[in-house]
């Protein structure tokens, strides 16, 4: 029996095909939606940018707020996805050993995610479970994109390091099997430069270069390696409402492809070692 393909693999085979490092969040609010039907949303979604995206990362708290319905809906979301593309699991869960490990089931062996985003602030036992899956890909919260993030992430340790630049440091020794990631918001560009410093190999997943106004250019330079790759930058609401009208697939086909554009051309602008 051949070995089962790997979550670094199988994004990296998305991304090279479509030469692409855009994931697109499959976030549907009931409030903003187009038409009524949230799966024929999904699914023009997943349609109108199959050909753009390296991977979809839809975010559980959209589908649980419908109740048994929605999780219904996430699993005919995540059925109706390419097989070639790779489904991040926005999840953020994080509990004691025992409890993380029935959370690792259901996301990976119920749900199916190719990756999750995990919360690492219990610790090394809260992640291992996740991390036992050496097929899947686990993404940590390290310095996120939301406005309240310093909070805590910013915090000073007696080390003298961030709070946030020891999470980086603790998931480098912890990817033993490779499948650590980081998740970096593109709201904090030096954030984002200091961690791609601290783990010039690890994949990051950069949320926040769409409404939340991170800028695309500084992202892809400093979240990038040294080949401009090992990023996946994640947009939602940008490309979903692009329009709210009936030629809502259609737009955000158009908002997909130009910021995949952006984010190719500032690859090549990294590449031929713009700073």
Known sequence: MPDRIT???????????????LCVGLDPDPERLPVADMLDFNRAIIDATCDLVCAYKP???????QGAAGLALLQKTIEYIPEDIPVIGDAKRGDIG?????????????????????????????????????????FLLCRTSNSGAGDFQELQLASGLSLYEVVAQKASLWNTSGNIGLVVGATCPAALKRV?????????????????????AEAVLQGTDS???????SVS???????????????????AEKI????????????????
């Open 260 to 275: 995949l554009h952006q984010i190719r051309t500032y690859q090549e602008k990294k590449r031929d070692g713009w700073r």
């Open 237 to 255: 609401r940008q490309v979903l409402y692009a329009s709210a009208g009936k030629d809502f697939a259609r737009a955000a086909h158009r908002e």
């Open 98 to 138: 025992n409890t993380a490990r029935a959370y690792a089931h259901a996301l990976f062996s119920v749900c199916a995610f190719d990756a999750v985003t995990v919360n690492p602030y219990l610790g090394h036992d809260s992640i291992e479970p996740f991390a036992a899956y050496q097929d899947r890909g686990v």
């Open 7 to 21: 979550f670094a693999n199988k994004l990296l085979a998305a991304s090279k095909k479509r030469s692409s490092l």
């Open 196 to 216: 791609r410093s601290l783990c010039p190999e690890m994949l990051l997943l950069i949320p926040g270069t769409g409404a939340q106004g991170g800028g695309l």
């Open 227 to 233: 080949l401009g790759e090992k990023a996946v930058f």
């Open 59 to 65: 975010n559980l708290a959209f589908y649980e707020a």
